[in-house]
């Protein structure tokens, strides 16, 4: 995967690129490394934005000739609803162009608390984190319930039921989630930036040095 993703990158021919991906051999951790030099004032990176994901990728399916939500329809934000039904779709798509992409960010979800019943994550009883953790799964549940009867349930061959399911909701949502930059006053999804830590002692800091209407640099 990490291969195919590096091959994919470069195919891309981003403006500036002095990094790429690697496995980090005792952990077995995806992490960024460089692969030419760079000095501290240096920008490493230079993202064309149609090479990012967000509300408008959708328009690239099928399905955004039926999904036309009403603004407060859902209690999730409509741009990140639209970037996770793209990945759901793509993500069942073996020819989509995301492919080496999105490959990285099935990440298995099973054990992180939003994945988890309520009632299993007894040690954060007293602590606000368990009310906010049950607020969020609620309205998850509560946008999923109402998309599945209003737009899979009624056209099952544009959503398809398969992929369209919780699980891969809410695997969207947390994606989404956790990884999107907001450039512009939108989400994006950025390959590779995304996989940038930001952890102390990083040297690739992952400050914008300029964000314009072609390129996140």
Known sequence: QVEEFNL????????????????????????VISNSQIRPDDIYLSIPLEFTINENSLSETNLSRLFLPREGE??????????????????????????????LL???ISELPLAQKVKHL???????????????????????????SKYVDKNPSIFNPAPFNYENFLWSYIIVMARSVWTHQQPRLVPLLDLIS????????PRFAEINDENLE
């Open 8 to 31: 994919w990158i470069s195919e891309l021919n981003f403006p500036i690129n002095k990094v790429k991906l690697a496995i980090e051999q005792t952990s077995k951790d995806l992490m």
């Open 198 to 205: 930001c952890g102390c002692g990083n040297v690739l800091d």
């Open 74 to 103: 859902f209690v999730t934000d409509v741009r990140l609803l639209k970037m996770m039904l793209f990945l759901i779709h793509e993500r069942g798509n073996k020819r989509s162009h995301w492919k080496p992409y999105i490959d």
């Open 106 to 108: 099935k990440v298995d």
């Open 122 to 148: 007894y040690e954060l009883t007293g602590s606000t984190i368990l009310e906010q953790i049950s607020e969020v799964q609620s309205a998850i549940k509560n946008d999923y319930n109402y998309f599945a």
